[in-house]
């Protein structure tokens, strides 16, 4: 940590002296949290999933209602919500016509295991957007890149799979890795590995065509797993070239390739896959297009389909580890019909996308006007700032992260109405937000920048 105040142009007292005052206020101002952290004794770790508690503050917010663009917690404070459950929510929440969906679903039966009419309509509309032809279902999209990492693995009788270094696949246990060198190995905090994962998985660097070309040129990759930028350890954009490079080697040397959108869908209405032109060989989509219920969507291309369709056709396919009995329900169905209906549009991306322009810009220009050294970054209608120049790599995100600045800037700013993504400093719009929502953000982190610098 010596060296984080050069990093950072932050002097670290100070930052100590206000972390300890927002504290302070967070707990006066949150007294109902405070005692439902208190008396919460049959959940374990006091929390419904366990990174609820990687919010900064002695306990965590709990959530009262929410809608459009904002939330109240029990304690009737009100936020902007930038976060939107992790793109979970990147619709808006309680979504007029989704709801209407939902409810009149519910009425109608919830599942069956029995497709729908609304099950082909969807695959249709993912068909449009993402111009892959064939669809299946899953309840997440960590669940449809596992599926899809099984079908690779079969259909092209290869052994491992090729991820970028610092990816984020969801639980996925084979994408739960970092380079250390020429090695791979779990990374920090992925709890109990089922075996050493050198032996499932290959990992390179962001933006580097020759470490690639070298992890390609071995001969036992099925599939290449990617995100278009990588987004969960920040966002870090692909250099020019990159993505037509990962496209040609994979190709060259037999590896399929798997774009997953999940998060960044937020790059229009078919995700980066549309906006750059990309050319998967499959494609993995979740959390969003629920409009806040739990799916995962997974597509192919027709010479993919032929061949995994002959698996799925053999009477062994419900112990194959592809599926769940929940998967494509009516209900999950008739939710992702009306979000792709009235939500996720071109249109509102282009308002979106404006906002988080706007958001940009006045971080942008905050921390410039103090001469510090920070970046920020945005994709679509995501943006996020770091306290270093533009990483280039996962690995080079990774070293950047500063964990007692980036507590203090997301406590400053709960403690002002405004809620950032937990585990980085990143803002997500929603076609419910305003301008005036951004005006809020870049007023209060100009004061948290005042207090940091005085200045």
């Known amino acids: 940590m010596a060296d984080l105040p050069l990093m950072t142009g932050i002097d670290r007292s100070r930052l100590d002296a206000l972390m300890l005052s927002e504290t302070e206020r967070f707990v006066r101002t949150h007294p109902k949290s405070g005692a439902h952290a208190t008396t919460t004794s049959t959940l374990l770790a006091g929390v419904p999933m366990p990174w609820m ?34 793109t979970g929510a990147m619709t808006g929440h309680a979504h007029r016509e ?36 064939k669809w299946q279902f899953a ?9 899809l990492l099984r079908f690779a693995r079969a259909i092209t009788g290869k052994p491992k799979v090729l991820v970028h270094d610092w990816c984020y696949h969801g639980t996925v246990d084979e994408t739960l ?35 690639l070309e070298r992890a390609a040129s071995c001969g036992d990759v099925a599939c290449m797993l990617i995100e278009p930028a990588l987004t969960n350890i920040g966002i870090v954009l692909p250099e020019p070239g990159y993505l037509e490079g990962v496209r040609e080697i994979t190709r060259r040397h037999g590896i399929l390739l798997i774009i997953d959108e999940t998060h960044t869908i937020c790059a229009g209405a078919g995700g980066c896959t549309e906006a750059w032109n990309l050319e998967p060989d499959m494609l993995v989509i979740g959390k969003t297009i629920g409009g806040g219920l739990p799916v995962g969507a997974y597509g192919m291309s027709s010479d993919v389909a032929t061949l995994v ?13 592809v599926g769940g009995t929940l998967a ?31 958001w940009t810009a006045g971080v942008q220009q905050s921390y410039e006007r103090r001469g510090l050294p920070w970046s920020v970054q945005q994709l679509g209608s995501r943006a996020e700032y770091w306290f270093c120049p533009p990483p280039r790599t996962g ?36 076609p419910f937000h305003t301008m005036s929502d951004v005006e809020q953000h870049t007023a209060q982190f100009d004061e948290a920048l005042t207090a940091l610098t005085d200045s």
Request: aromatic residues 6%; glycine residues 8%; negative net charge.
């Open 53 to 86: 508690r990687r919010w900064p503050g002695p306990f965590p917010v709990v959530l009262d209602a929410a809608s459009g663009a904002r939330f109240t917690d029990i304690d009737g404070n009100e936020y902007v919500d930038l976060c939107l459950g992790d």
């Open 177 to 211: 890795v970092i380079a250390m060198g020429d090695r791979t190995i779990s990374r920090g905090g992925a709890i109990g590995p089922q075996i050493n994962p050198s032996l499932t998985t290959r990992v390179v660097p962001f933006n580097d065509l020759a470490a």
């Open 395 to 430: 690995a080079d995100a990774a070293a950047a992260v500063d964990h007692e600045l980036d507590a203090f800037m997301h406590l400053w700013a709960i403690n002002r109405g405004v809620l950032l993504t937990p585990f980085h400093n990143m803002a997500l719009f929603s």
């Open 139 to 147: 309840i997440s999209a960590t669940d449809a890149n596992r599926f």
């Open 98 to 133: 989704i709801n209407a969906a939902i409810t009149a679903q519910l009425a109608r039966g919830s599942t069956a295991m029995l497709p729908t009419p609304d099950a082909a309509w969807v695959a249709d509309e993912l068909t449009r957007r993402f111009g892959l032809p």
């Open 328 to 358: 494509g329900n009516a209900l999950a169905m008739a939710a992702v019909r009306a979000t792709l209906t009235h939500a996720l549009l071109p249109e509102q991306f282009i308002q979106t996308t404006a906002l988080a322009s706007a």
């Open 309 to 321: 369709e002959a698996l799925q056709l053999n009477e062994g396919i419900d112990v194959s580890g």
